[in-house]
């Protein structure tokens, strides 16, 4: 594990050690909201791959449709993930998140206007905007809210929400149509006035530390014990002259296809391959994302372990990332596999990979960045994750109307990790702190 020890003299957080653990509670609560803000966030894009098997027989769409419909919402969260991690620079999360929720649920709401692949092309773009400020937003609050020696564990549990979302879905979505026999547009009606609760919530609630009522000052100490660089703005350029950014980018680009794939395509997959519909493939996509919930936190865990025993914060990312990938390997063989819960079991193992992985890959910008310049370099990264999803959902489109089969993309999955962590440590050896010559406020 030498190859990933930090080059640079990084200092230890003596500072943050000088400060006792506070009594209170105020940031796990915030921590909560940001959690069921990204459990609506994943409900809201996946209740169309559940539908898809019965939309595909009501209106005769093909994979290649279907692919263009996933391909441009990325294509758009990227662009959105672009624009909202500039703003939310520059207007903090609290109004961030409401602008971003806000435009989604419209989108949301929209789907069921339409029923042809082109039509949810279209009408998905407010979601696809509005979704791409999810974690821009969140880790925004989380570097507001969080030390260096817990943000970690904070974006892995709001991270899960990921999974939580991915495991509500197919259970909710199947008790609205085939329980309730509902027509399939309400799935969307329900779930989307769950937002309308949230945003409530959240614009009562969050406030920056500086600014809650009911902080106490010894969590305010905790929180601004290490200091921050808040004054300030940095423009895309200026964050893009630093090789961490790069390979922040680099990261998202590799390893968030291989999320959105399974995300949008596994009902797909458990449909063809093993002949489960909307009626019985719950079962295994709740196994799936319950392993990918232990990963998220297991991985956040380990690396704020291994901070807590004085390790550099470089180290510790990568030897969690390092422990991740070793994890998505056998997904390889997923395709190939004998039986449904072989299959759900290497998946699950990828996707708990994925979730650890990539809770330790969001750190970097709260790690190495100032305040001022994180959504800057969050909204780079997405999109370059979006470009990397949009070119897998085409290929694996185009894949399975031609050859159809899933085996290449599997085998792409379980090797991407190991080569997203060695670009990553090739562009980012020595994970010291950047500094950024700011832009002038307007």
């Given at each position: 594990?030498?190859?990933?020890?930090?080059?640079?003299?990084?200092?230890?957080?003596?500072?943050?050690?000088?400060?006792?653990?506070?009594?209170?509670?105020?940031?796990?609560?915030?921590?909560?909201?940001?959690?069921?803000?990204?459990?609506?966030?994943?409900?809201?894009?996946?209740?169309?791959?559940?539908?898809?098997?019965?939309?595909?027989?009501?209106?005769g769409?093909?994979?290649?449709?279907?692919?263009?419909?996933?391909?441009?919402?990325?294509?758009?969260?990227?662009?959105?993930?672009?624009?909202?991690?500039?703003?939310?620079?520059?207007?903090?999360p609290?109004?961030?998140y409401?602008?971003?929720?806000?435009?989604?649920?419209?989108?949301?709401?929209?789907?069921?206007?339409?029923t042809?692949?082109?039509?949810?092309?279209?009408?998905?773009?407010?979601?696809?905007?509005?979704?791409?400020?999810?974690?821009?937003?969140?880790?925004?609050?989380?570097?507001?809210?969080?030390?260096?020696?817990?943000?970690?564990?904070?974006?892995?549990?709001?991270?899960?929400?990921?999974?939580?979302?991915?495991?509500?879905?197919?259970?909710?979505?199947?008790f609205?149509?085939?329980?309730?026999?509902?027509?399939?547009?309400?799935?969307?009606?329900?779930?989307?006035?769950?937002?309308?609760?949230?945003?409530?919530?959240?614009?009562?609630?969050?406030?920056?530390?500086a600014?809650?009522?009911?902080?106490?000052?010894?969590?305010?100490?905790?929180?601004?014990?290490?200091?921050?660089?808040?004054?300030?703005?940095?423009?895309?350029?200026?964050?893009l002259?630093?090789?961490?950014?790069?390979?922040?980018?680099?990261?998202?680009?590799?390893?968030?296809?291989?999320?959105?794939?399974?995300?949008?395509?596994?009902?797909?997959?458990?449909?063809?391959?093993?002949?489960?519909?909307?009626?019985?493939?719950?079962?295994?996509?709740?196994?799936?994302?319950?392993?990918?919930?232990?990963?998220?936190?297991?991985?956040?865990?380990?690396?704020?372990?291994?901070?807590?025993?004085?390790?550099?914060a470089?180290?510790?990312?990568?030897?969690?990332?390092?422990?991740?990938?070793?994890?998505?390997?056998?997904?390889?063989?997923?395709?190939?596999?004998?039986?449904?819960?072989?299959?759900?079991?290497?998946?699950?193992?990828?996707?708990?990979?994925?979730?650890?992985?990539s809770?330790?890959?969001?750190?970097?910008?709260?790690?190495?960045?100032?305040?001022?310049?994180?959504?800057?370099?969050?909204?780079?990264g997405?999109?370059?994750?979006?470009?990397?999803?949009?070119?897998?959902?085409?290929?694996?489109g185009?894949?399975?109307?031609?050859?159809?089969?899933?085996?290449?993309?599997?085998?792409?999955?379980?090797?991407?990790?190991?080569?997203?962590?060695?670009?990553f440590?090739?562009?980012?050896?020595?994970?010291?702190?950047?500094?950024?010559?700011?832009?002038?406020?307007?």
């Amino acid at each position: 594990m030498t190859a990933f020890t930090d080059q640079a003299a990084e200092a230890p957080e003596t500072v943050a050690h000088a400060v006792p653990r506070p009594r209170g509670r105020i940031r796990w609560a915030i921590c909560a909201l940001l959690f069921a803000a990204v459990v609506l966030s994943y409900i809201d894009r996946l209740v169309l791959g559940v539908l898809k098997p019965q939309l595909t027989a009501l209106y005769g769409w093909t994979n290649t449709g279907y692919g263009d419909i996933t391909g441009y919402f990325q294509v758009f969260y990227g662009i959105g993930f672009l624009l909202f991690g500039w703003a939310i620079d520059r207007i903090g999360p609290r109004l961030g998140y409401l602008l971003a929720m806000g435009s989604w649920t419209l989108g949301h709401f929209a789907q069921i206007l339409v029923t042809s692949t082109t039509g949810f092309v279209i009408a998905r773009i407010p979601l696809a905007f509005g979704e791409a400020g999810t974690y821009p937003s969140a880790l925004a609050a989380a570097s507001q809210w969080f030390p260096q020696k817990e943000r970690a564990l904070a974006i892995g549990i709001f991270n899960a929400g990921a999974n939580v979302g991915a495991i509500i879905t197919p259970l909710l979505v199947s008790f609205i149509v085939t329980g309730l026999l509902f027509d399939w547009r309400w799935a969307f009606i329900i779930t989307g006035a769950f937002n309308l609760v949230w945003l409530a919530i959240w614009w009562r609630v969050y406030r920056a530390p500086a600014d809650h009522r009911r902080i106490t000052p010894e969590e305010r100490a905790w929180i601004e014990a290490e200091p921050a660089e808040t004054s300030g703005r940095a423009g895309f350029l200026a964050v893009l002259r630093h090789r961490a950014a790069w390979a922040y980018m680099a990261g998202r680009f590799l390893i968030d296809p291989v999320w959105w794939t399974f995300l949008f395509w596994l009902p797909d997959f458990f449909h063809t391959r093993y002949g489960y519909d909307l009626k019985s493939f719950g079962p295994p996509l709740v196994a799936i994302y319950i392993l990918a919930d232990f990963g998220a936190i297991a991985g956040g865990w380990y690396s704020s372990h291994l901070l807590k025993r004085g390790m550099f914060a470089g180290t510790a990312r990568k030897r969690a990332m390092f422990a991740c990938a070793l994890f998505a390997v056998p997904v390889m063989f997923a395709a190939q596999a004998s039986n449904i819960w072989i299959a759900v079991t290497l998946i699950g193992l990828a996707c708990a990979a994925h979730q650890g992985f990539s809770t330790n890959l969001f750190a970097l910008p709260g790690d190495q960045f100032p305040r001022f310049a994180q959504g800057t370099l969050i909204g780079l990264g997405g999109f370059a994750g979006a470009v990397g999803g949009f070119i897998a959902s085409k290929s694996l489109g185009l894949l399975l109307d031609r050859v159809g089969s899933y085996q290449p993309f599997f085998i792409a999955c379980g090797l991407a990790y190991l080569l997203a962590l060695l670009v990553f440590h090739l562009l980012n050896p020595r994970y010291h702190s950047v500094r950024i010559t700011t832009e002038a406020k307007a």
